[in-house]
């Protein structure tokens, strides 16, 4: 005899799904949801019937230096539009990833790729009578996975290369403090999202390290006893001196930049 009716799984598109973010959230939602990983161009017209219940749309160019500003524009801002029409036709949520490079350090953003953002932002905020949108602010994310963004991968990542192979960490000189968050936390406030009302959230820590304090934090976790090397910022005028997210949507962290370096480390170096 049959006691209960089993649940249906909601079924959910994801953009960007085999990139950094994107893969750690497919691992934590591939056993509770069906999923679809798309891996075409997002720029071009999704050739595929929308029956899903929700979009997260992670796809993007993220290089603050990519040098061809129109192409910045192009790919970002036209990527989302067909995303959005996308998810129009079936009413879906649409969960997509901002940046808190929009922030730049007096309001306005210090490089394309934050202009790209601060735009989609904008059209965003123009559709929320027809669809529930939700924009993540991503500050600056770490954590496992993130390797294949190479010169884009955070210090976090680009420090603990550098420890391991025995070579001295680079440190800009000056004072930079930045809103360093775990991947586990962002893929937390990912599912997060799936009950939010329309609107733009914040996701970091909440608070803002100094990028010494940040390093020091490293070598320590590493057990080294290197020493860094201060050079020259080569991007002063373009590079955010102070970023520190804003959770009074009521997000908490599990992990501070201590917990979360810590579990990193012990995750991906056996």
Request: glycine fraction near 4%; charge should be positive; hydrophobic fraction near 40%.
């Given at each position: 005899m049959q006691c209960h009716k089993s649940m249906k799984k909601k079924k959910i598109w994801i953009s960007g799904g085999f990139g950094f973010v994107g893969s750690n959230l497919v691992e934590a939602l591939q056993d509770d949801y069906e999923l679809t990983v798309y891996d075409g161009d997002v720029t071009q017209k999704i050739g595929i019937k929308n029956n899903f219940d929700i979009i997260y749309h992670l796809a993007a160019n993220t290089d603050t230096t990519f040098p061809d500003n129109v192409e910045m524009y192009r790919n970002n801002i036209l990527g989302f539009l067909e995303v959005l029409r996308f998810a129009l036709q079936n009413k879906s949520k649409l969960i997509y990833a901002s940046s808190g490079a929009v922030y730049g350090n007096n309001g306005l953003p210090l490089n394309i790729y934050g202009d790209s953002k601060r735009i989609i932002d904008e059209i965003a905020e123009e559709f929320y009578t027809k669809l529930n949108i939700i924009g993540l602010r991503f500050f600056n994310v770490y954590g496992t996975g993130e390797l294949g963004k190479e010169k884009m991968a955070s210090m976090i990542t680009?420090?603990?290369?550098?420890?391991?192979?025995?070579?001295?960490?680079?440190?800009?000189?000056?004072?930079?403090?930045?809103?360093?968050?775990?991947?586990k936390d962002v893929i937390k406030a990912l599912k997060q999202a799936m009950r939010l009302k329309s609107g733009i959230y914040d996701v970091g820590t909440g608070k803002a390290t100094d990028f010494r304090e940040v390093l020091e934090i490293v070598i320590k976790t590493l057990n080294s006893k290197v020493k860094p090397k201060f050079v020259k910022n080569p991007y002063l005028g373009k590079y955010q001196t102070f970023t520190k997210a804003n959770l009074d949507w009521g997000f908490e962290p599990d992990y501070n930049i201590k917990s979360g370096i810590k579990d990193y480390f012990e995750t991906c170096i056996q």
């Open positions: 680009q420090w603990k290369e550098q420890v391991l192979d025995e070579k001295k960490p680079i440190i800009f000189k000056g004072e930079f403090k930045r809103d360093f968050v775990y991947i």
